[in-house]
């Protein structure tokens, strides 16, 4: 972890992140105020949360990320765009999921790029499986959204299949689409993009 990341931790960890707790959490009080509500799980390094942030103060956002330098990078984002609508969990996203968020109370939820474990042998580590889908639903407003994004083709057809198969969502498209305006292209996407990686886009609504 840079120096850098190290003091936002130290600095600004006291006020955007959230302690894990098995008990609901009331996100009125967390964010100080009462809006629109987003999860983002695993943002990596944090640049598009903030990019997404930044552009929708409106919104409130909440971040889960276990990984420990990229929790002090998107803090470290925080400070230096004097954001006020992203708060942070370090823990693990099911446990989140299960024990501190209300059904009903997201607007929408991101998932970018997560870890596509490329191995067939490990498929079954991928994060997007029927179950974690379903609890992921739960938590989602009707007429929310869950917006996937992923440069692993292979990926794409079972977040898709997986997706498709839940009788509680309802693709907004034909399949992938475009990607939407609140999604910023990356530069991990960028380089994807010039290696020839196509990314792809799923953008599903809760009934």
């Known amino acids: 972890m840079g120096t850098g990341q190290q003091r936002a931790l130290e600095e600004l960890g006291p006020r955007f992140l959230v302690p894990y707790k098995t008990a ?8 100080g105020r009462q809006a629109a509500r987003v999860l983002e799980i695993g943002f990596g ?17 909440l971040g889960v990320e276990v990984h420990t330098p ?3 990078a998107l803090l470290k984002w925080i400070g230096e765009l004097g954001l006020g609508n992203v708060r942070i969990i370090r823990h693990d996203a099911v446990d989140v999921l299960q024990y501190m968020l209300a059904d009903a109370s997201l607007e929408g939820v991101h998932i970018f790029f997560p870890d596509p474990w490329p191995k067939k042998r490990h498929h079954k580590r991928r994060l997007i499986q029927p179950a974690f889908v379903a609890l992921l639903t739960q938590k989602l407003k009707p007429g929310g959204y869950l917006h996937l994004a992923t440069d692993w083709e292979d990926y794409a057809r079972q977040m898709l299949e ?4 839940d009788a509680n969502l309802v693709n907004t498209g034909e399949g992938y689409v475009p990607r939407p305006d609140h999604r910023p292209l ?20 809760r009934r």
Do not use: N
């Open 45 to 61: 390094m944090g640049a598009a949360s903030a990019a997404i942030a930044q552009a929708h103060p409106e919104t409130d956002y």
């Open 162 to 165: 997986v997706l498709g198969a």
């Open 186 to 205: 990356t530069k991990f996407e960028q380089r994807g993009v010039r290696l020839g990686h196509g990314v792809r886009d799923l953008l599903f609504k």
């Open 70 to 72: 990229g929790v002090g």
């Open 24 to 31: 609901p959490l009331d996100l009125d009080a967390v964010f």
